[in-house]
Protein backbone atom coordinates (compact mmCIF):
# COMPACT_ATOMS: atom_id res chain seq x y z
CA UNK A 1 0.00 0.00 0.00
CA UNK A 2 1.26 3.07 -1.08
CA UNK A 3 1.95 5.99 2.01
CA UNK A 4 -0.13 8.66 0.42
CA UNK A 5 -2.63 7.87 -2.49
CA UNK A 6 -4.33 10.19 -5.15
CA UNK A 7 -5.97 9.36 -8.09
CA UNK A 8 -3.77 10.18 -11.07
CA UNK A 9 -6.87 11.27 -13.34
CA UNK A 10 -7.03 13.55 -15.64
CA UNK A 11 -9.61 15.32 -13.68
CA UNK A 12 -11.25 17.49 -15.96
CA UNK A 13 -14.01 20.20 -14.78
CA UNK A 14 -15.82 23.44 -17.12
CA UNK A 15 -14.72 26.38 -15.71
CA UNK A 16 -16.61 28.33 -13.21
CA UNK A 17 -17.39 24.66 -11.32
CA UNK A 18 -15.95 23.44 -8.42
CA UNK A 19 -12.71 20.28 -8.47
CA UNK A 20 -12.10 18.12 -5.97
CA UNK A 21 -9.35 16.19 -5.43
CA UNK A 22 -8.82 14.20 -2.87
CA UNK A 23 -6.17 11.80 -1.15
CA UNK A 24 -5.45 9.33 1.49
CA UNK A 25 -2.64 8.80 3.63
CA UNK A 26 -1.93 5.52 5.57
CA UNK A 27 0.31 6.68 8.76
CA UNK A 28 -1.54 7.67 11.57
CA UNK A 29 0.94 10.20 13.00
CA UNK A 30 1.16 11.90 9.94
CA UNK A 31 0.65 15.76 11.43
CA UNK A 32 0.73 17.99 8.67
CA UNK A 33 -0.98 18.07 5.25
CA UNK A 34 0.03 19.82 2.02
CA UNK A 35 -1.26 20.62 -1.09
CA UNK A 36 0.84 21.68 -3.75
CA UNK A 37 0.38 22.41 -7.09
CA UNK A 38 3.04 22.08 -10.08
CA UNK A 39 2.88 23.09 -13.72
CA UNK A 40 4.93 20.80 -16.16
CA UNK A 41 8.52 21.51 -15.95
CA UNK A 42 8.29 23.50 -12.72
CA UNK A 43 8.84 23.06 -9.37
CA UNK A 44 5.65 22.58 -7.09
CA UNK A 45 3.96 25.88 -5.67
CA UNK A 46 2.24 25.56 -2.23
CA UNK A 47 -1.46 26.11 -2.46
CA UNK A 48 -2.79 25.03 1.33
CA UNK A 49 -1.26 23.58 4.00
CA UNK A 50 -3.74 21.88 7.33
CA UNK A 51 -3.17 20.69 10.42
CA UNK A 52 -6.36 20.01 12.10
CA UNK A 53 -9.59 18.29 11.63
CA UNK A 54 -12.52 20.29 9.27
CA UNK A 55 -11.96 22.86 6.72
CA UNK A 56 -9.52 25.79 6.23
CA UNK A 57 -10.34 28.31 3.76
CA UNK A 58 -8.12 30.15 1.56
CA UNK A 59 -9.62 32.71 -1.92
CA UNK A 60 -11.05 30.17 -3.91
CA UNK A 61 -9.37 27.16 -2.12
CA UNK A 62 -10.61 24.63 0.58
CA UNK A 63 -8.55 22.02 2.60
CA UNK A 64 -10.74 19.48 4.07
CA UNK A 65 -9.00 17.27 6.90
CA UNK A 66 -10.56 14.11 8.37
CA UNK A 67 -7.73 12.50 10.50
CA UNK A 68 -9.99 9.70 11.43
CA UNK A 69 -11.04 8.21 8.08
CA UNK A 70 -7.00 9.41 6.70
CA UNK A 71 -8.47 11.50 4.03
CA UNK A 72 -7.67 15.05 3.02
CA UNK A 73 -9.18 16.99 0.02
CA UNK A 74 -8.37 20.17 -1.87
CA UNK A 75 -12.06 21.93 -3.85
CA UNK A 76 -11.19 24.54 -6.05
CA UNK A 77 -14.06 27.05 -6.56
CA UNK A 78 -14.96 28.67 -9.54
CA UNK A 79 -12.19 27.19 -10.99
CA UNK A 80 -10.13 28.81 -13.92
CA UNK A 81 -8.27 27.76 -16.58
CA UNK A 82 -4.82 28.95 -15.45
CA UNK A 83 -6.03 26.14 -12.54
CA UNK A 84 -4.98 22.88 -14.99
CA UNK A 85 -1.98 21.44 -13.41
CA UNK A 86 -0.44 18.56 -11.55
CA UNK A 87 -2.00 18.80 -7.83
CA UNK A 88 0.10 17.05 -5.11
CA UNK A 89 -0.51 15.98 -1.85
CA UNK A 90 1.81 15.77 0.55
CA UNK A 91 1.98 14.55 4.26
CA UNK A 92 4.52 15.32 6.76
CA UNK A 93 5.76 12.52 9.27
CA UNK A 94 5.57 13.03 13.62
CA UNK A 95 8.99 13.63 14.35
CA UNK A 96 10.51 14.35 10.93
CA UNK A 97 10.81 16.63 8.65
CA UNK A 98 10.33 14.56 5.21
CA UNK A 99 7.60 15.01 3.08
CA UNK A 100 5.66 11.94 1.65
CA UNK A 101 4.00 12.89 -1.57
CA UNK A 102 1.39 11.49 -3.25
CA UNK A 103 1.44 10.81 -7.46
CA UNK A 104 -0.52 13.65 -8.24
CA UNK A 105 -3.77 14.35 -10.03
CA UNK A 106 -3.54 16.25 -13.08
CA UNK A 107 -6.52 18.61 -13.39
CA UNK A 108 -7.58 20.10 -16.62
CA UNK A 109 -10.10 22.97 -16.96
CA UNK A 110 -12.18 23.07 -19.74
CA UNK A 111 -13.03 26.66 -20.61
CA UNK B 1 11.22 36.80 -3.79
CA UNK B 2 12.74 33.70 -4.04
CA UNK B 3 13.58 31.79 -1.04
CA UNK B 4 15.89 29.09 -2.12
CA UNK B 5 18.11 29.41 -5.54
CA UNK B 6 18.97 26.25 -7.49
CA UNK B 7 21.15 26.05 -10.35
CA UNK B 8 21.60 25.32 -13.23
CA UNK B 9 17.61 24.99 -14.24
CA UNK B 10 18.53 22.95 -16.98
CA UNK B 11 21.48 20.40 -18.01
CA UNK B 12 22.41 18.61 -21.14
CA UNK B 13 25.41 16.28 -20.53
CA UNK B 14 27.11 13.28 -22.06
CA UNK B 15 26.96 10.19 -20.31
CA UNK B 16 29.66 9.39 -18.21
CA UNK B 17 29.86 12.43 -16.90
CA UNK B 18 29.90 14.41 -13.79
CA UNK B 19 27.28 16.96 -13.02
CA UNK B 20 26.87 19.45 -10.10
CA UNK B 21 23.90 21.05 -8.57
CA UNK B 22 23.38 23.94 -6.43
CA UNK B 23 21.09 24.69 -3.49
CA UNK B 24 20.97 28.22 -1.59
CA UNK B 25 18.88 28.90 1.00
CA UNK B 26 18.67 33.01 0.53
CA UNK B 27 16.77 33.96 3.49
CA UNK B 28 17.58 31.90 5.97
CA UNK B 29 20.39 29.26 7.71
CA UNK B 30 19.27 26.10 6.69
CA UNK B 31 20.72 23.21 8.58
CA UNK B 32 18.57 20.83 6.96
CA UNK B 33 17.95 20.40 3.39
CA UNK B 34 16.70 17.83 0.94
CA UNK B 35 17.08 16.94 -2.14
CA UNK B 36 14.05 15.32 -4.40
CA UNK B 37 13.83 13.35 -7.91
CA UNK B 38 10.95 13.57 -10.28
CA UNK B 39 10.98 11.34 -13.64
CA UNK B 40 8.17 12.21 -16.08
CA UNK B 41 4.27 11.66 -14.79
CA UNK B 42 5.57 10.83 -11.63
CA UNK B 43 5.26 12.30 -7.97
CA UNK B 44 8.48 13.74 -6.29
CA UNK B 45 10.65 11.19 -4.45
CA UNK B 46 13.11 11.83 -1.59
CA UNK B 47 16.28 11.03 -2.50
CA UNK B 48 18.43 12.43 0.47
CA UNK B 49 18.16 14.60 3.36
CA UNK B 50 21.24 16.94 3.74
CA UNK B 51 22.64 17.96 6.94
CA UNK B 52 24.93 20.56 7.52
CA UNK B 53 28.56 19.32 8.42
CA UNK B 54 27.78 16.05 8.60
CA UNK B 55 26.96 13.35 6.21
CA UNK B 56 23.76 13.00 4.26
CA UNK B 57 20.95 10.62 4.93
CA UNK B 58 19.71 8.48 2.19
CA UNK B 59 16.71 7.32 1.24
CA UNK B 60 16.28 3.27 0.59
CA UNK B 61 17.47 2.42 -2.51
CA UNK B 62 19.57 5.79 -3.50
CA UNK B 63 23.30 5.25 -4.12
CA UNK B 64 25.28 7.39 -1.82
CA UNK B 65 28.29 7.08 -4.30
CA UNK B 66 26.43 8.18 -7.48
CA UNK B 67 24.91 10.76 -5.80
CA UNK B 68 27.16 13.14 -3.65
CA UNK B 69 25.60 15.88 -1.23
CA UNK B 70 28.42 17.83 0.22
CA UNK B 71 26.51 20.03 2.94
CA UNK B 72 29.37 22.67 3.80
CA UNK B 73 27.41 26.18 5.06
CA UNK B 74 24.61 26.94 6.13
CA UNK B 75 23.30 28.21 2.90
CA UNK B 76 24.43 25.82 0.27
CA UNK B 77 24.02 22.37 -0.20
CA UNK B 78 25.11 20.33 -3.48
CA UNK B 79 23.99 17.28 -5.70
CA UNK B 80 26.94 15.82 -7.51
CA UNK B 81 25.42 13.07 -10.04
CA UNK B 82 28.81 10.97 -10.75
CA UNK B 83 29.28 9.33 -14.17
CA UNK B 84 25.52 9.75 -15.22
CA UNK B 85 23.85 7.97 -17.74
CA UNK B 86 20.85 7.98 -19.12
CA UNK B 87 18.53 6.42 -16.57
CA UNK B 88 19.57 9.36 -14.48
CA UNK B 89 17.72 11.78 -16.41
CA UNK B 90 15.42 13.22 -14.01
CA UNK B 91 13.90 16.79 -12.66
CA UNK B 92 16.19 17.40 -9.53
CA UNK B 93 14.71 19.20 -6.50
CA UNK B 94 16.38 20.52 -3.66
CA UNK B 95 14.03 22.18 -0.22
CA UNK B 96 14.56 23.82 2.36
CA UNK B 97 13.15 23.78 5.93
CA UNK B 98 12.39 26.84 7.59
CA UNK B 99 13.07 27.08 11.15
CA UNK B 100 9.71 26.66 12.36
CA UNK B 101 8.53 23.49 12.84
CA UNK B 102 5.22 22.32 10.74
CA UNK B 103 6.12 25.30 8.40
CA UNK B 104 6.12 24.86 4.81
CA UNK B 105 9.26 23.37 2.37
CA UNK B 106 10.54 25.94 0.53
CA UNK B 107 11.53 24.47 -2.97
CA UNK B 108 14.27 25.47 -5.54
CA UNK B 109 13.24 26.24 -8.94
CA UNK B 110 14.22 22.35 -10.37
CA UNK B 111 17.55 21.26 -12.56
CA UNK B 112 16.42 19.48 -15.45
CA UNK B 113 19.34 16.91 -15.97
CA UNK B 114 19.13 15.27 -19.61
CA UNK B 115 21.90 12.39 -19.94
CA UNK B 116 22.33 11.64 -23.84
Known amino acids: QKEVEQNSGPLSVPEGAIASLNCTYSDRGSQSFFWYRQYSGKSPELIMF????GDKEDGRFTAQLNKASQYVSLLIRDSQPSDSATYLCAVLHFGNEKLTFGTGTRLTIIP | GAVVSQHPSRVICKSGTSVKIECRSL??????MFWYRQFPKQSLMLMATSNEGSKATYEQGVEKDKFLINHASLTLSTLTVTSAHPEDSSFYIC????????????FGSGTQLSVL
Open chain 2, 95 to 106: SVSPPSPNEKLF
Open chain 2, 27 to 32: DFQATT
Open chain 1, 50 to 53: IYSN
